[in-house]
């Protein structure tokens, strides 16, 4: 879960450039095709008005299942991608890769991990990041930005960010996708890329009805 502040870069960048995903993209390829099938249905004159709600009814149906599974991969996607994002963000990979001893440079990591855990003020957490940066120790400055960003303390964060604007971009695409699925407005937002309305030909009829007009078959079957 990202802290306020990376609630925040989220938001100001929102605020600036909102930039759709490649799945609220897809989402809107959709259903810009569900129109223009209605708009095609309704300027037919020679199909059955019967006909025409059998069509709508399908043409809905399709569309509503294809947005919903977009959804759902999209979701699926977005976790996969938190956590590789967080991982990168306070995870050890590349150091521990290149490190001659392992053993050692893991004791080193939970060593940092402890130190940085037994931190309970905002303002020591800032003292120990100025402390292990001007050390050049960047095991134990990742740790307390951690331990800041679990803590909620953002002046601390921002402070780690600063000097590491790869960095702080990747906190901010994390914030980003914790907004979408966790945040209520953020939810809402994402929801409407998925969302298709019922044509007036449907208006009336229930879900059930209309999957029935649109397959009659599993009805005829029973």
Known sequence: MPS??????AEAT??????????????QEVSALFRQGIKELRGNRHMHPDRKRVEAAQLYTNTRAALAKMKRDHAEQDNTTFANLERKLWGYDTERAMAADRASFDAGIRDAQDRASK????????????DAEQAGDHILARAVAKRAHDMDWGDVVHDYLATRPSTADTYQQAGEIWHRHNDTGGQMQNGMHYVVHKPEELRGMTDQDI??????????AA
């Open 14 to 27: 929102r605020a600036q450039q909102t930039q759709p995903t490649p799945s609220h993209l897809k989402a």
């Open 211 to 220: 999957a029935r007009l649109a397959d009659p078959e599993p009805a005829d």
């Open 119 to 130: 931190l309970t003020k905002a303002d020591k957490a800032a003292r120990a990041l100025h």
């Open 4 to 9: 306020k502040l990376a609630i925040a870069l």
